[in-house]
């Protein structure tokens, strides 16, 4: 038997089974870095094998080009060893997955709302039944309750039945009961009970946010939020799709591992706030499409097939029981509508949250991230669409990319003469790589410096020890190894300047064909909502052609909408129609059939604001 022992955790795995490296720490949870889901793609799940008893996998192509010299100081790519013997294994600080930096606030470009919630609580006093009169315990409960409240023939579910007897002969005066739409009688204890709570939830393919919100006051108590534990099989949803087709359980796995990151976190708030999760009475859930389908444990493999259709797109009502949520055992799940496959439910809830489809100026919404969902339009008409821009602008795909976490370089200027660089990084720590909005602020300076040239290519005619030809070709040396954490220097390559070039001309190329093909006239505002988004500069994104109008239009960040949406849903059940209305009346760009997009990404990778080549001699 084999027993494999990680470092600096001191955790150990004992397996008769040959698992490479990857899947051993995924066995023991630990937060070894990947973005490709194990495809031996990234480069990111970099081990050092400190010591060994048995064979060792020799290291592949990709693992020789991806780490060269390093492989002669024991380095690794976790996906692609397989040890056959014991081992003493270090995970270094470069590959650890911190706790990422995960943007959960709204601001004041969102919408209020009414309180009207979908769960209501009711207080009653129920006659004792008599030897003449041995009425029914729940006949009576629902006599009490329409003479009352006026409220007729509600079902009781059979948990709630089940307590029913004890509720009504409590020691305690009277009955409250918990009553979701006019339907369903969903709780019953004894007393008058004070304090009603619903949990609204955004399911993201990289971070997942719980808010728990008291629908009595219409207060948010508690907002709780991580990592997307899916993210250890795949950084996009095509990864995850792929495991699911390719694991026989793979569906299984990603639907529990995501229930339980939700169920963890409803506990987590519900602690915070001084609560029990059985009082909350109802969850509002949104997501992309793939993240929809993936909590439900339906089958997500034709999203990745064209005509990329859904299971379904109409919102649904689900009891939380049968999700495997852990709150009131009689709670509903309520999941907002999906409009297509590559455009689900958060961005709905980003036009909810943001009343683009109420208002009279022309909007451009954009979601930045590995699928850029855009929305264009005013009250009189919406269209979107969805772009493969990629994982750049999450750091995905790029040589020191990262995920927002400590350490991450989020800001960088560039003295245009000396080309010496200034960052700055989440919780001020030294830098160990770049986070999305970093690298868009890092190519915008070498834009600006002349560094980028148009085509995307660095200027030969510059000479500096910052410019130099690394593995992957040419590069440019943002932070040299004796200033980072990680003690390598942190580089921006000419791969990762074509990453991003194909990333914004995604963006700005279904914006402009959305702006074609609508014919609604010029774009007055841009909204930017997600993490990515809200903490670009416009001026970078501006500076790197990121989306049209940038000189004529205000550029605005509306922080978490789509979380804001379903917090919009929890608090008046009357947006939940409205979202339906917006699903249905929002008309759907499918860009992969469209040839005209084709040209626009063509011509809109370059960089319009740099120096031409031409222009040097």
Not at 173 to 201: C, H, M, R, Y
Not at 259 to 278: K, R, T, W
Not at 462 to 480: A, I
Not at 586 to 603: C, H, I, M, N
């Amino acid at each position: 038997m084999a027993e494999i022992l990680f470092l600096p955790f001191d955790k150990e795995l004992k397996s008769e089974n040959s698992l490479n490296l990857m899947q051993s720490a995924i066995t023991l949870k630990l937060p070894l870095y990947s973005t490709c889901g194990s495809k031996g793609i990234c480069g990111k799940c970099r081990v050092i094998i400190e010591k060994t008893d048995g064979l060792i996998s020799p290291p592949s192509d990709h693992e020789q080009e991806v780490l060269g010299e390093l492989l002669q100081k024991g380095y690794r790519l976790a996906c692609e060893t397989i040890l056959e013997g014991s081992a003493v294994v270090r995970i270094p600080e470069e590959s650890h997955s911190k706790r990422q930096v995960i943007l959960t606030s709204g601001n004041e470009h969102l919408f209020s709302v009414r309180l009207l919630p979908n769960v209501r609580k009711y207080y009653i006093e129920v006659r004792e039944p008599t030897i003449d009169i041995p009425t029914a315990d729940r006949e009576r409960l629902l006599l009490e309750l329409e003479n009352a409240y006026h409220l007729k023939h509600p079902i009781l579910d059979p948990l709630v039945l089940r307590k029913l007897p004890q509720a009504l002969r409590s020691e305690k005066k009277g009955t409250t009961l918990s009553l979701w739409g006019k339907n369903e009688i969903v709780d019953v204890v004894p007393g008058q009970k004070n304090g009603l709570f619903g949990v609204a939830s955004d399911i993201g393919t990289t971070t997942v946010v719980v808010y728990l919100i008291d629908l009595d006051k219409g207060q948010e108590i508690s907002v709780q939020s991580s990592t997307n534990p899916q993210t250890s099989f795949g950084a996009d949803v095509i990864s995850r799709i792929s495991f699911c087709q390719e694991q026989r359980d793979g569906l299984r796995k990603l639907c529990s591992i995501i229930v339980q990151c939700l169920n963890e976190l409803v506990m987590q708030a519900s602690s915070e706030a001084g609560i029990d999760p059985s009082q909350i009475m109802e969850m509002t859930a949104v997501g992309n499409t793939a993240m929809h389908h993936l909590f439900m444990g339906v089958d997500p493999r034709y999203l990745s097939q064209a005509p990329y259709p859904p299971v379904l797109q109409e919102s649904q009502n689900v009891k939380a029981r049968d999700l495997g949520i852990a709150i009131g055992h009689s709670a509903y799940v309520h999941l907002l509508p999906l409009k297509a496959g590559f455009v689900g439910s958060d961005m709905i809830a980003c036009i909810l949250a943001t009343g683009i489809h109420r208002s009279n100026a022309l909007s451009l919404l954009i979601d930045l991230g590995t699928n850029g969902e855009i929305v264009f339009g005013n009250k009189d008409g919406l269209i979107c669409c969805s772009t493969a821009a990629g994982p750049a602008f999450e750091g995905g795909h790029i040589r020191w990319g990262m995920r927002a976490e400590s350490g991450a370089i989020e800001k960088a200027e560039i003295d245009p003469q000396t080309l010496n660089v200034m960052v700055e990084t989440i919780d001020n720590q030294r830098p160990v790589g770049l986070c999305g909005s970093g690298v868009i602020s890092a190519i915008a300076e070498m834009v600006r410096a002349g560094i980028i040239l148009s085509r995307g290519n660095f200027n030969d005619g510059m000479h500096s020890p910052r410019l130099r030809d690394g593995k992957e070709g040419g590069e440019f040396v943002l932070v040299w190894a004796k200033d980072t954490g990680i003690g390598q220097d942190i580089v921006l390559t000419q791969k990762d300047v074509s990453e991003i070039q194909m990333a914004k001309s995604a963006i700005y190329s279904g914006a402009v064909l959305l702006q074609e093909i609508s014919d609604f006239g010029q774009i007055q505002r841009i909204l930017l909502a997600g993490a990515s988004g809200n903490y670009i500069d416009p001026l970078d994104a501006r500076e790197i052609g990121l989306f049209p109008a940038c000189d004529t239009a205000t550029v605005t960040g509306v922080g978490n909408a789509a979380g804001y949406g379903a917090c919009i849903a929890l608090l008046n059940k009357k947006k939940r129609k409205e979202a339906e209305k917006i699903a249905k009346k929002t008309d759907y760009l499918e860009l992969a059939a469209s040839s005209r997009f084709q040209e626009l990404f063509v011509s809109n990778m370059f960089f319009t604001s740099a120096i031409d080549y031409e222009d040097i001699f």
